[in-house]
C-alpha cells in the first residue's frame, strides 16, 4: 500500500504532459546555451571562465584560501619597451653557442647508439658558416687556402678530412687544423692538441693581415676572414678546457677573447662565459655579466633569460614553500623571482619541461632556433646541473611556471613582455631536431576551463532531450517518469521510515505545517 506522499508523487508525475517535458528539457537547453555563449565570449576576451573567475576571487576568501596571482603590472612598461626596441627576425636559426664536436661527441653518440643526432639541415647550415667565416675571394692566391674552400663544400666527411691533410701537407693552414679537430678527433684532448696547432698557424696569418688590410677590399677581407678564424679558435680551445674540466682556464680565455675582439657578438662568447661561471658558483661574476647583456637594446636568449630566473630563484627558493606562501601571500624577493620565472617562460616555453625531467634530452643541435624547442634542448642540456646545484630552485620553478600562460591566454596574437611567440617556430624546429627519436615540443596551448566543457555538454544534452521529447513524446514521457520515479525513490523511503517512526497524529501536525 502507498504512503500518502508516494501516492502524491505518483499522482504528481501523472499529471505531466509530453509538452511539459518538452518545454523543460527546452528551456534548459537555452539557458545553458546562454551560459556557454557567455562563457565563451569572457573567455576569449580574458582567457579564463567567468565562473571559476568568481569562485577564485568570492568563494575562495570566504573559504580561507589567498590568492597569490603575482603582479605583472610593474613589468609592463619594462616589457613595452623591449618588445618595441627588439628587432631580431622572428625564426632567424643561430648557431649554437655551445655546440659540441662533431667527432669527439655527435659521432660517438652514433657509434654507441646508431642514431644521427644531427640532420641534414643542421649540418647544411653549419657547412654555409664554415663558407661564410673561413673563406674569402682571396683563398686561390694561397693553395693551401684553396683547397680547404673546396673542403668546406665537400659533403662527404672523409673526403673533408683527406682535403685537410692535402692542405697541412702545403703548409701550416689553421682552418684544415680546425677541419681536423672539429670532425676527425674522437676525443677532447685530440681536439684541444690541433686547435693549440691552429692558434700558432692562425695567429701569424691575423698578424700578417692585419698590416695589410687598409692596402685594399681584397687585403680587408683577408684580414676579416683570419679574425674570424682565430676568434673560433681560441673559443673552440676555452670550451675544450671547460670540457675537460680546467673551468677557471675557460674563463680566463674567453674574458680575455672577449676584451680582444669586443665586436665580435655573434659567436655570442657571453653565453660560454656564463655556463662556466656558473659551474664554479661564481653568482656574483654571474650577475655582472647579466648586467651588460641582459639589455633592452640587446638580443635576448634562453641562457640570459633563464640565468636571470635562476640568480633570483636563488636567493629565496630553499626557504620557499607554496603551502607557506598561500597563507602569508609572496614577499617582495618571491615576487621578483616568481616575476623572473614567467619572463623567462614567455620567451622560451620549452625549457621547464627539460628542466624538470618531464621531457627526455637529446644532444642539442648545432644550430638553435631562439624560443624554440631546439633553443630549449640546448640550453637544458648544458645549465639543468646549475638548477639542480641551487636548493629548491627547481621546485620554485615547478609551482609557478605555468602561471605564465593565464597572463598570456593568447601568446601568437599578443605578448606580455616579449613580441608574440612566432608560428614558424614549430617548422623550422622540426628541420633542426631528429624527429625520428624526439617528439618536438609545440608552444601549450591554453586548454578550454572546465566549466565551458560542462555548459557546452549540459546544452548538447539538454538539446537532445528537447529534440527527442518533442519526437517521441509518449515514449520519452515512459522515461521520464520512470527517470524520477526512480529519482524519488530514495525519498519515498525515506519518508515512509520517518512515517513508521513517528506517531501518526504527530505527523499529520507535521504535514499541516
Same mark, same amino acid.
Given at each position: ?15 505531466? $504532459?509530453?509538452?511539459?517535458?518538452? !518545454?523543460? $528539457? ?8 546562454? @551560459? ?11 582567457? $579564463?571562465?567567468? @565562473? ?7 568563494? *575562495? ?16 612598461? +619594462? ?28 659521432? *660517438? ?17 653549419? !657547412? ?13 692566391? =694561397? ?81 676579416? &676572414? ?6 673560433? @679558435? ?7 678546457? *671547460? ?11 674567453? &674574458? ?39 639589455? @633592452?637594446?640587446?638580443?635576448?636568449? !634562453? ?28 614577499? $617582495? ?9 614567467? *619572463? !623567462? ?10 628542466? #624538470? ?37 627547481? +621546485? ?9 600562460? =593565464? ?22 624546429? &622540426? ?59 530514495? #525519498? ?22
Amino acid at each position: 500500500m502507498l504512503s500518502p506522499n508516494s501516492f502524491l508523487v505518483s499522482m504528481f508525475l501523472n499529471t505531466l $504532459t509530453p509538452k511539459f517535458y518538452v !518545454a523543460l $528539457t527546452g528551456t534548459s537547453s537555452l539557458i545553458s546555451g546562454l @551560459i556557454l555563449i557567455f562563457e565563451w565570449w569572457y573567455f576569449r576576451k580574458y582567457g $579564463t571562465s567567468f @565562473i571559476e573567475q568568481v569562485s577564485v576571487s568570492h568563494l *575562495r576568501p570566504l573559504l580561507g584560501g589567498v590568492d597569490n596571482s603575482s603582479p605583472t603590472n610593474s613589468n609592463s612598461s +619594462n616589457g613595452d619597451a623591449d618588445s618595441n626596441r627588439q628587432s631580431v627576425s622572428e625564426c632567424k636559426v643561430w648557431r649554437n653557442p655551445l655546440n659540441l664536436f662533431r667527432g669527439a661527441e655527435y659521432n *660517438r653518440y652514433t657509434w654507441v647508439t646508431g642514431r644521427e643526432p644531427l640532420t641534414y639541415y643542421d649540418m647544411n647550415l653549419s !657547412a654555409q658558416d664554415h663558407q661564410t667565416f673561413f673563406t674569402c675571394d682571396s683563398d686561390h692566391l =694561397r693553395p693551401a687556402d684553396a683547397i680547404m674552400q673546396k673542403a668546406w663544400r665537400e659533403r662527404n666527411p672523409q673526403a673533408r678530412i683527406s682535403a685537410a691533410h692535402e692542405a697541412l701537407e702545403l703548409e701550416d693552414c689553421a682552418t684544415a687544423y680546425i677541419l681536423l679537430a672539429e670532425e676527425e678527433a674522437t676525443t677532447i684532448v685530440e681536439a684541444e692538441k690541433l686547435f693549440k696547432q691552429a692558434v700558432k698557424a692562425g695567429e701569424g696569418c691575423y698578424r700578417r693581415s692585419q698590416h695589410l688590410q687598409h692596402h685594399g677590399a681584397q687585403y680587408e677581407a683577408q684580414h676579416r &676572414r683570419d679574425t674570424n678564424v682565430l676568434v673560433y @679558435i681560441k673559443r673552440r680551445l676555452a670550451m675544450c678546457s *671547460r670540457k675537460l674540466g680546467r673551468t677557471r682556464e675557460a674563463v680566463k680565455m674567453m &674574458r680575455d677573447l672577449m676584451k680582444e675582439f669586443p665586436l665580435l657578438s655573434m659567436f655570442n662568447i657571453h653565453e660560454n662565459l656564463l655556463e662556466s661561471l656558473l659551474e664554479l658558483q661564481n653568482y656574483a661574476d654571474v650577475q655582472a655579466v647579466l648586467a651588460k647583456y641582459d639589455d @633592452i637594446s640587446l638580443p635576448k636568449s !634562453a641562457t640570459i633569460c633563464y640565468t636571470a630566473a635562476l640568480l633570483k630563484a636563488r636567493a629565496v627558493s630553499d626557504k620557499f614553500s607554496p603551502e607557506a606562501a598561500s597563507r602569508r601571500g609572496l614577499s $617582495t624577493a618571491e615576487m621578483n623571482a616568481v616575476e623572473a620565472i614567467h *619572463r !623567462a617562460v614567455e620567451f622560451n616555453p620549452h625549457v621547464p619541461k627539460y628542466l #624538470l625531467e618531464m621531457k627526455s634530452l637529446i644532444l642539442p643541435p648545432e644550430h638553435i632556433l631562439k624560443r624554440g624547442d631546439s633553443e630549449a634542448i640546448a640550453y637544458a642540456f648544458f645549465h639543468l646541473q646549475h638548477w639542480k646545484r641551487v636548493e629548491g630552485a627547481l +621546485n620554485l620553478l615547478h609551482c609557478t611556471w605555468e602561471g605564465t600562460f =593565464r597572463m598570456i591566454p593568447y601568446p601568437l596574437e599578443k605578448g606580455h613582455l616579449f613580441y608574440p611567440y612566432p608560428i614558424c617556430t614549430e617548422t623550422a624546429d &622540426r628541420e633542426l631536431l631528429p624527429t625520428v627519436f624526439h617528439e618536438v615540443s609545440v608552444y601549450p596551448k591554453k586548454e578550454l576551463p572546465f566549466f565551458i566543457l560542462f555548459t557546452a555538454g549540459l546544452c548538447s544534452f539538454t538539446a537532445m532531450l528537447a529534440l527527442l521529447t518533442h519526437q517521441f513524446p509518449e515514449l520519452m514521457g515512459v522515461f521520464a517518469k520512470a527517470f524520477l520515479s526512480t529519482l524519488f525513490a530514495p #525519498l519515498n523511503f525515506i519518508m515512509e521510515k520517518v512515517e513508521s517512526i513517528l506517531p501518526s497524529s504527530l505527523w499529520h501536525q507535521l504535514t499541516r505545517i
